[in-house]
Structures are given as C-alpha cells and as structure tokens.
C-alpha cells in the first residue's frame, strides 16, 4: 500500500483528482440559492420570494485513466487494477470537486432587487499530466511487478481547500416590452483551509526488480520536484485550516430574457433565455506554506518507501532540498458559464450550458474547472422538476445522469444513467439538498 501511495504522490500519479455540479437542478427556476453559485443574477425576479436552503452537498468525480462497472463496483467484489479498463496514455489527467452549502437564504426585496447571503465549503484536485502506464505499475503488488523505465514526465498535481461567505445582490436592468435584463453580483470572503502541491519537471524513474528479495528492490530516478503543503509538515503536524489565511473574491453574472409567453403576468415567463457569469476571481493567500524543491537524482529502495511515514518525510530523507520558501497564493478556479434556456410550451424547457474554466491548470498550484457542454431536457412547475442531463465533461467524455426537485428537496445525479449501463465509466457526479421555499404568489 505505502509504494502505491508514496510512488503515486511522488510522481503526481493520481488518477483522478474539479468539476462541476448540480447538473440539470441548477437551470431549474426553482434553483433559488443553488443558482447563484453559477450566476449571481439569477436570484433577482425570481420563482421565490425567498428561499432558504438547510444544507446541500455535491461531489464530481472524473478522469481518463480508468473506465469503471459501477454495478460491479458497489457488489464490493471488484478490484480497480485487474477488473477496470485502462486507457493508458503519457498524459493521463483527472479532478475531484466537493461542493458543501451550508445554511443560507436569498430574499427578492422588490420586483427589481434582491439579495442572498451563503455559507460554503469546497475542496477541488486537479491532477494533470500523470503518465498511465507509471500509475499502472506501482499499483501492481510488488510481487507481482516488473522492473521498468519512465522518462520525461512533467506531472502537476494541486489540491486546494477553502470556506467561503458569500453576499449577492441583483437587480434588472432593462424591462421593456419583449426584452428583460438583469445583473447580479457576489463578494465573498475566502477563508483558507488546506492547500498543497507537486510539480514534476523532467522526471525520469527505473525500477529494478530484486526477486531473491522484494524488499531491495531499486528504484532510480532524476530530475526535479517542486512540493507545498499550508500546515508545518516538517515538524509533523496533520493538514488543518489554517486561520491566519484568507482571501477576497467575486462573481458577476447577467441574464437576458425575451420575454413572448405573457406580457400582464409576473415572474419568469421568457421563451428564451441567453446568461452568462465568471465565478470564482480571486485568490487565497496561505501565508504559513512552505514550497520546497527537490533533485530527484538517486535510488531508494522498496524498504525506503515502506518505512516512510508520509511523502514528505521521505523527500526530506532521501533526497536533496535545493531551495525553500515560505507563503504561496493559490487562485480560485476562475471560470466562464454560459446558459441557454428554450421554454417550448408552458412546462417544458430545454437547457444548453457550458462552464470554461480561465485558468490555465498546468501552471504551479493552479485551481482550475475541466470544461464541460450539458445538454439537458427539463419539465418543470412549481412543486415538481424532472431532468435528463446529457454532459460532455472534459477529461472524462459524455454522461448522461438524472434528477428531481419535490417541493423542498432535490436530488440528481450528472451520471447515473451512464454508470448504470457502461462498463467504462469515467466519471461519477451525485448532489442532494434540503431547502424551505417560500413562493411568489404567482406560478
């Protein structure tokens, strides 16, 4: 287990790692609090007069490596290395985004204005750039394993953690005849929790195999890598959100609507629907990290890694530390959405999003979205929603998932459907919520 966990972070090998989330649900104009997380526009002339959510959580996993049988998976009898489908490249690359809102509320204080006010907490990895067939190998018992030679590998691997309060305000714009425009905007104040980092720059690693004993068996390796973690690592402490660190940072968002369905009733009653965002600009300053730079060149033996306790101590022991630092910034995943909302009849939408990510993630330590299209039919009133997401997902290919809002909950998923009927699925999404609407008097 510690060579595939010390080798795997030594060379940035982990197969998956941001993304999105709240597939399907977050077009729905029932979405209230949800919906600001992606445009802060949204909360103004709204389905709700105010809407309070409990709590929700939502979690994206994805990556090109391994292709999984989900129902296998959950049997419990499956074993990622012998049983998944391995599309092995020298570049393989994943993300991880979890996405926890707290208690928050949104209150339209007028026709033309509205506020919300949110608690978050969200986790994203970004691994890039990983070569697959090195992950391939030290996952392999080292038994069962055979000697090899990697060269050239440049992975970067960021993982980044922060809490944030967020206040939106939004209010229209333009309101004459066919044509609505509204504009929102959101501050919010970052509170660092953990971040880290390994970068790799012309890695090379040989593994020579000793069969009379496993445990002396070799491993060579040159070039260079760059390492951080925001807690004292050194001196042995365990990752922990670090108060002495923050962060500012903003979303603005704008929607227009042309409006042909109802000209003397209120509320959202467009036949299209165009809006665009960015999210997340911003950065979180972890004053107490500190980056270190290792030479790689040397050999350390399969007893070497199984001693160490964590890959940082086992840079520390085994190699030479070129160069230190203390204090990094890590940005927010910056990115671009677009939504574009087609009200066929009175019930039935259908929904074109994207989401781009504006950071370029194999910069060091830098946060960043897989870009997604999603496609996604939707039927819609006020106590009921059903959708039917079809997503395109950067590192992981098409998905196609399932939700539902039943008056105060809502539950989906932006790859069900997919990961129940393939054997190689490479992506997961899953999202749940709890909130306490209160309606406008009007549908």
Known sequence: MKRTLLLCCFFGSFFYARGQS???????NYAGIQAVLFNPSAIVDSKYK?????????ATVQNDLYGLNFPELLDGSYDLQTDANKHIKSNN?????????????????????AIALFSRVRSVTNVLDVNGELVNQVNQDIDGSKSFLFTGGSPNAVSNSWAEIGASYATVLLDREDHFIKAGITLKYLMA???????GNDLSIAFNKNDANPA???YYSTGTLR?????DYENGKNPEFDATSAG???????????????HTCIGNRYKLKAAVSITDIGKLNYKNAIENTYNLTGSVTQDDIDSSDDIFEFFNTHYTKTSSRKGVQANLPTALHTNFDWNIDNRFYLNLSTDIGLVDAKKINATAIA????????????????????????????QVGTGFRAGPIFIGSGSLISNLFSNDAKACNLYVGLKLPIYQNYN
């Open 193 to 199: 929790g953990t971040n880290g980092y390994i970068n």
């Open 227 to 231: 390492t951080s973690a925001s807690y």
């Open 248 to 262: 500012v940072g903003v979303d603005l968002g704008f929607t227009y609507e042309y409006r042909t369905n109802c």
């Open 371 to 398: 870009n997604s299209v999603s496609f996604t039919p939707r039927y819609e009133t006020r106590q009921f929603s059903f959708y039917l997401p079809v997503t395109w997902m950067e590192y992981s290919g098409t």
């Open 93 to 113: 690359r994943g993300n991880f985004n979890a996405d926890i809102l707290g208690p928050s509320f949104m209150l339209n204080l007028a026709p033309t204005h």
């Open 22 to 28: 709240y597939f399907g649900f977050r077009d729905d």
């Open 216 to 218: 002396l068996s070799q």
């Open 50 to 58: 105010a809407d309070v959510t409990v709590a929700s959580a939502s």
